[in-house]
């Protein structure tokens, strides 16, 4: 089965630093742009960053100047450091791989190989 392996999720204060990673089973990401989203109580799962096959990164709004994407495909592994966490930042953090292209824009055509997801939660 080929999906992704979520972990570093925890419980840390508003302020705080986490750092996700993403650890591909079953086959190889080199190739693949990789994703993460979340998904806060409540709401839908949203982008939040996307680092394409070439290493081109891309990051919502929200993210920008505080989350890092990076890859490392010897490692097999694609990481998101967070820093300056806050409380609207909690609930389960995804990985996806793009099923078509290898680039972030060609991410919306479809997504594969999710994981299970990480769980943050950032108290006030």
């Known amino acids: 089965q080929l999906h992704f392996v979520e972990s570093g999720g925890d419980l840390v204060q508003s302020g705080e630093s986490l750092k996700l990673s993403c650890v591909a089973s079953?086959?190889?990401?080199?190739?693949?742009?990789v994703g993460w989203f979340h998904q806060a109580p409540g709401k839908e799962r949203e982008s939040v960053s996307c680092?394409?096959?070439?290493?081109?990164?891309e990051y919502a709004d929200t993210a920008k100047g505080r989350f890092t994407i990076a890859r490392d495909n010897f490692q097999n592994t694609v990481y998101l450091q967070m820093n300056r966490l806050a409380p609207d930042d909690t609930g389960f953090y995804y990985c996806?791989?793009?099923?078509?292209?290898?680039?972030?824009?060609?991410?919306?055509?479809?997504?594969?190989?999710w994981g299970k997801g990480t769980q943050v939660t950032v108290s006030s």
């Open positions: 079953g086959f190889v990401i080199e190739s693949y742009a």
């Open positions: 680092i394409s096959a070439d290493g081109t990164t």
């Open positions: 996806a791989a793009g099923e078509y292209g290898s680039t972030c824009q060609e991410m919306d055509l479809g997504l594969e190989h």
